[in-house]
Structures are given as structure tokens and as C-alpha cells.
């Protein structure tokens, strides 16, 4: 509930940012600032496609989000070098939008260089007495951005023992999947037992744009559904969007394919219940002398990609005997 409640805040105050940005757009289009009207329209748009909003979280939006920073970064340049005054106070929100929202990779270097770039601009200005009251801010700015980046970065370090399981579907993280995979293969090998995998995941070519709302909303029922036809000591991992990973320790490939069917059926059921026209396939993998946590993740992706490639709702086995694809079953939805 209080994630909930956290989202909800987040999208109205996201949502009241955004109409004041573009009412400020408005405003200088009228009086014919157009640099500020763009930077304003730019902002709207960072904003709009944030990472802490459900929009943002897709990756589309996610690489457009890191396109319109890099804009407002070059608008920003551009104004400082044509001495525009309107703009200058802008300056002061950049580091922390660039800190903040960008990877550190991306961050870090960019965040310096447009720091140094405009100390550099307001350092030109020699005829602009104005000039000494934002470069003393901004610098504070800066290093105050970079303590907050520092913060967040250590409190997410500490925090990610934690973070076991997916908020939306309490699956497990996949950032777990492989070192909890290593360990099941090595207990498997160690007491000769079998070990298997499914990967499930809807059908990409029938599932409309329209769809991405209602299956968000319909996470936590599946969250629900999947380990309650998994025995105790199964995992299961949420790997992408809507496609889950299961490892099943003791259990043969034939048994495994059997439950894949299963759990792909019930997953159509509940998703026709709620209107949605989709299909769904699984993959399937064995456990083979010479895998590892790696080589069986791909195995069981690949028997996934190829069941989808054949047309989908099918459930599909990794074969490493053949290059010839392995067989299928293909089963029509419960009814």
C-alpha cells in the first residue's frame, strides 16, 4: 500500500509539473523567448518520462528520458554561449536531473563536462557583473548534486541484500537468478538429481501496445497464480516485463514440459478472463553434463525464442543433440 500510495503522489505531482512546464512553454513562446519555451517543453518531457513513473520504467521511454536530458544539457550550452540571461538560473537544476536520472556511467562524465563547460561561459562573460552571483551557486550546486548522488548510490548499495523479491509480482530478483542457479546445479550434480528449467512469456507478435496497462495491473494476479502451482522448494525469477523464469531442482525434462504446459494454460485462462487476447509459450531445459548457471539460461531462452518464432502458444524443449529445432507440444486454451 505504501508503494502504491508513493506511485500515486509521484504520478499527480509528475502531472502538475508537467502543466506548470508547459504553461511556462506558453509563456515565453508569447513573449518571444524562445530558447526558455524550448527548455521548458524539454523539462516537461524529462519529467513526464521520469524512471520513478510507471511510463518511465519501459525501455523506450527510458532511452528517450536520457535523449531529452542530453537536449536540455545542449540548450542550456547554447543559451550560455549566446548569452542568454533568461536561461542562466537553469543552470542550477542540471546537475541534479543529470545525477539523478542518468546511469552513473553516463552521469558522471556528463555532469562534469557541462559543469566545466559552463564555468568556462560564465567566466567569458568579462562585461556581465551579474556573472559573480551564479558562478558561486552553481559550484555550490554541483558539489551539493554529487553529495546526493554519492548517498544514493551507498543506500542502494546497502539496500540491495534486501531486495529479494520483485514489488509487483514478489517473484525473485533477477539480479539472484544466476547465483541461485549456480547453487542448484551444484547440488544437482553433487547428489545426482535432475534439474530443469521453464521460461514463460507472453507471445511479443499478439500482444498490442494498448495491452501494456492492463497486464501491469494484472502482475500481482500473476504473482499469485505461479507459485501457487510450484512446489516449495521451486524459484521463480520475473526476468523481463511479463516473462518469468522457474527453476525446478529434481525434475526431469519430460516433467518439466508437462508443468510448463500447465502453467501456460492457466496464465491464458487468467488473462482471457480479464478481456486480454494473448497467448503465451514456454521454454524448457534440462540440466547436461558441461552446463553451467549461463549456458542453461540461454538454453532455456533460446527453447522459448524458438516456440514463439514457430507461431507461439506452444511449449518448446531445448534439445543439445541436434541443430535441428527439438519437438513441441502445441495445446489450445482452457476453457
Known sequence: MAQKAERFVLSRLAWLGTMALLALAIFCLVTDDIPAALAALVTAGIVRTSPALPLGQQRHWQLANHLLILSLTLILVTALWLDSASLRYWLFALPLLILGMLPPRTGVPLALVAMATFLLGLASLTGDSSRHQIIAP??????????????????ARQLLPLRRSDELTQAASREYLTADLYKEIQRSEREGLDLSVIMLGLDAHLSAPETDQDLEAL???????????????????????????????GMATAGASARAEQLRLGLISLLESHGLDVTVSAGVAGLNIGDNADTLQHAVASALQGAQKKGGNRVQTWSTWSHTPPSDTVRSPAT
Open 138 to 155: 552553481l559550484v555550490l550546486t554541483s558539489a551539493l548534486a554529487g553529495v546526493f548522488f554519492l548517498l544514493r548510490h551507498y543506500k
Open 219 to 249: 502482475l500481482p494476479r500473476i504473482g499469485r497464480y505461479l507459485p501457487s502451482r510450484l512446489r516449495d522448494f521451486d524459484t521463480w525469477y520475473r526476468v523481463a516485463d511479463v516473462q518469468f523464469l522457474i527453476i525446478l531442482p
